[in-house]
């Protein structure tokens, strides 16, 4: 059973471009929620989707927005990037309803540098 | 503020002992996890302790919950080299599947072989 997936692992890119990152859930989990953690820092929670809406939403600015699919895989979206957004992305999966509701799986995470 | 404070912000020890870091809060709690990022790596989940729990155990990992203080703690023992990694502790407010989860900046630790 494949844990959770994201792609790409390393990205680079320069400020005022656009990025779209990646992340396929556990096998059964339906709800998806994206961190943004600077170097030395704790994670900061982005946004969380379930049933294909974001239901939940941390202090971030629209430039962030995401994307949820039928099959519960997700994207995450960064427009006009600045130097201040690189930092490792994680995305997080967990099963609405039943045992392990409330535990998260993390993926490895996707690295992204602005320059 | 939601998130739970870590203390202390790193711990250094020799491998074989044990090690302990602490967890504030400032609201009630539905529940408590704790988890461990390896450098750089995704978080992996050790332990969930409910508000009406005590103490768990899950192998060489003990916690404690003290509602009344707004605490918690986890113990490490007989610890690793493997074992260094940043532990977070996150406080849960809310029933269901809120999937925030609030972290602080966590407890560094570095076990010494």
């Known amino acids: 059973d494949a844990g959770v997936t994201q792609s790409p692992t390393h990205l680079i890119k320069t400020r005022g471009q656009q990025v779209t990152l990646r992340c396929s859930p556990k096998s059964g989990h339906d709800t998806v929620s994206w961190y943004q953690q600077a170097l030395g820092q704790g994670p900061q929670f982005i946004f969380q989707?379930?049933?294909?809406?974001?239901?939940q939403r941390g202090n971030f600015p629209d430039r962030f927005s995401g994307h949820q699919f039928p099959n519960y895989s997700s994207e995450l979206n960064v427009n006009a990037l600045l130097l201040g957004d690189s930092a490792l992305y994680l995305c997080a999966s967990s099963p609405e309803t039943g045992l392990g509701q409330n535990e998260q799986f993390f993926g490895p995470g996707t690295r992204l540098t602005v320059l | 503020s939601q998130q739970g404070e870590e203390d202390p912000q790193a711990l250094s020890i020799q491998e074989g002992e044990n090690a302990t870091m602490n967890c504030s809060y400032k609201t009630s709690i539905n529940n408590l996890q704790w988890y461990r990022q390896n450098s750089g790596r995704g978080l992996v989940h050790l332990i969930l302790?409910?508000?009406?729990?005590r103490e768990k155990h899950s192998g060489r990992l003990r916690v404690t919950l003290d509602t009344s203080k707004k605490s918690s703690s986890l113990l490490i023992t007989a610890s690793r080299a493997a074992d260094t990694a940043s532990y977070f502790c996150?406080?849960?407010?809310?029933?269901?599947?809120?999937?925030?989860?609030?972290f602080g900046q966590g407890t560094t630790l570095q076990v010494k072989p």
């Open positions: 996150a406080p849960v407010h809310g029933s269901g599947n809120t999937g925030k989860l609030i």
């Open positions: 989707y379930y049933e294909e809406e974001e239901r």
């Open positions: 302790i409910r508000s009406n729990e």
